[in-house]
């Protein structure tokens, strides 16, 4: 049970994790924050935080837990601001998409207190943004990454584990590398594609006519192009090393099945199509496959 969670950033991650908390029985009042006012009085008004702090360090004072729930790219400000209220003891933790920057972000805010940093990144999310769509349960069922550094406090990477568990999340733990070249493939890549395939439809001179008789193959394959702009603007920046090599080795992919349709070649064409249709048939999301599983 923790005292007090200050939460910074009340958009639809923070405010999930809030909810999920109090579902749980994990805190016994939520302290938070977030630069537009209005979100945060909303955040109030629907319970998901009992009171509204006005900055950063105000949500962190009488905290012994944080989460830091901001667009990576603001996160070493953030940790920068409420450094000097951080005390032996308290966890705090992100929920960053990236976590190489966010690390090196840590380390460069935090110098000292870095050892009560545990990164973390829960694979969940909506299409929807917002504090309107937070959800008690969005992480139930869900792995969470933890990236902890070699100076994260032990004990603190045990609370943490501990804490998400109890929420109902499958913890694991990877390295920030290894968690960054993972996400830039599943996650990462297929956000960049869609944003880019919707828009190639869309702004064709019959794109409009053309979306007019999309079905569901096309909802479901441009769901995430409706994400939201800022937070993947920041990630695909931040990871862009590991985005441009998954993009790499998708345009060969793609060139490869342009040659066999360009040649009317039936046989080669289905036998690349037979290959991932029989893996995607098998595959189960969250399955232990691969070295880069902690």
Known sequence: MFQQLGLIGCGLMGGSFALALKRAGLVQRVVGYSKSPSTTERARAQGVIDVAAESALLAVSGSDL?????????????????????EP????????????DVVDAARR????KVGLFVP???IAGNDRSGIDFADAYLFDGRQVILTPLPQTEPALVQKATDLWAAMGSQVLRMSPENHDAAFAAVSHLPHMLAFAYFSSV?????????????GPGFRDFTRIAASNPEMWRDVLVANREEVLKQSERFRHTLAAFEHVVREGNAAALEDLIRGPST?????QMGAKRGPNRG
Request: charged share 20%; glycine share 8%.
């Open 109 to 112: 805010a935090l110098r000292e």
């Open 120 to 122: 973390a990144h829960p």
């Open 202 to 214: 869309a702004n064709q001179p019959a794109g409009q006519d053309f979306l007019s008789l999309a």
């Open 66 to 86: 944080v989460l830091i729930a901001v667009p990576v790219a603001a996160t070493e400000n953030t940790l920068k601001a409420i450094r000097g209220l951080l």
């Open 279 to 283: 893996e995607r048939s098998g595959w």
């Open 89 to 100: 003891g308290m966890l705090v933790m992100d929920v960053g998409s990236t976590k190489r």
